[in-house]
T-cell receptor
Framework: AQKVTQAQTEISVVEKEDVTLDCVYETRDTTYYLFWYKQPPSGELVFLIR??????QNEISGRYSWNFQKSTSSFNFTITASQVVDSAVYFCALSDLYSGAGSYQLTFGKGTKLSVIP | DAGITQSPRYKITETGRQVTLMCHQT?????MFWYRQDLGHGLRLIYYSAAADITDKGEVPDGYVVSRSKTENFPLTLESATRSQTSVYFC???????????FGQGTRLTVV
């Protein structure tokens, strides 16, 4: 079965600090996709990134970067020089290509609430 | 408008009443999902669907019914609402099992 664990329930940082949000996953499949979503205080869910299991290169987008390590089943998200606008709940999610019962689910972690203090 | 829309955005209902939450997407995505979001639980999957007339139970399906007679619509019905079903409900769709999901704005449901 799929499982996503975000062990950090809440994190507070002071503006301009770097912060890393952890995500650990479990899957029965060798081909899978990982995602990060942002939920700002307004409540909508915003897609940030998708990564497939065959691409272990780190990715950087502006102040955001993602570190995918298959060996540790982790897909961590780092925000550099955090800003108040980064305050949100961040969700990690997993989808595999298993074709048996319970397939095609998109499973989310419980989320990490990030508060950036000015 | 293109995208995925949920209605209503807010709903207050009484215990025991039937209530239906609507979800409509304009992309013709095959896959659709219903999640509920509660403090401390994140997003929990209620039901999902791979295509019209194909639905499956997720993690927390009890007390809910879904149907998918058309690709673009995926309504969620609470047959007899209970206070424990007070939550924020999100509908989502995705083109295939490799794609990202897109979410509706959410429906805040209060059962009194």
């Amino acid at each position: 079965a799929q499982k996503v664990t975000q062990a950090q329930t809440e994190i507070s940082v002071v503006e301009k600090e770097d912060v890393t949000l952890d995500c650990v996953y479990e899957t029965r499949d060798t081909t899978y996709y990982l995602f990060w979503y942002k939920q700002p205080p307004s409540g909508e869910l915003v897609f940030l990134i998708r990564r497939n299991s065959f691409d272990e290169q780190n990715e950087i987008s502006g102040r955001y970067s993602w570190n995918f390590q298959k060996s540790t089943s982790s897909f961590n998200f780092t925000i550099t020089a955090s800003q108040v606008v980064d305050s949100a709940v961040y969700f990690c999610a997993l989808s595999d290509l298993y074709s048996g019962a319970g397939s095609y689910q998109l499973t989310f972690g419980k989320g990490t609430k990030l508060s950036v203090i000015p | 408008d293109a995208g995925i829309t949920q209605s209503p955005r807010y709903k207050i209902t009484e215990t025991g009443r039937q209530v239906t939450l609507m979800c409509h997407q304009t992309w013709s995505h095959s896959y659709m999902f219903w999640y509920r979001q509660d403090l401390g639980h994140g997003l929990r999957l209620i039901y999902y669907s791979a295509a019209a007339d194909i639905t499956d139970k997720g993690e927390v399906p009890d007390g809910y019914v879904v149907s998918r007679s058309k690709t673009e619509n995926f309504p969620l019905t609470l047959e007899s609402a209970t206070r424990s079903q007070t939550s924020v409900y999100f509908c989502a769709s995705r083109a295939d099992r490799m794609a990202e999901a897109f979410f509706g704005q959410g429906t805040r449901l209060t059962v009194v």
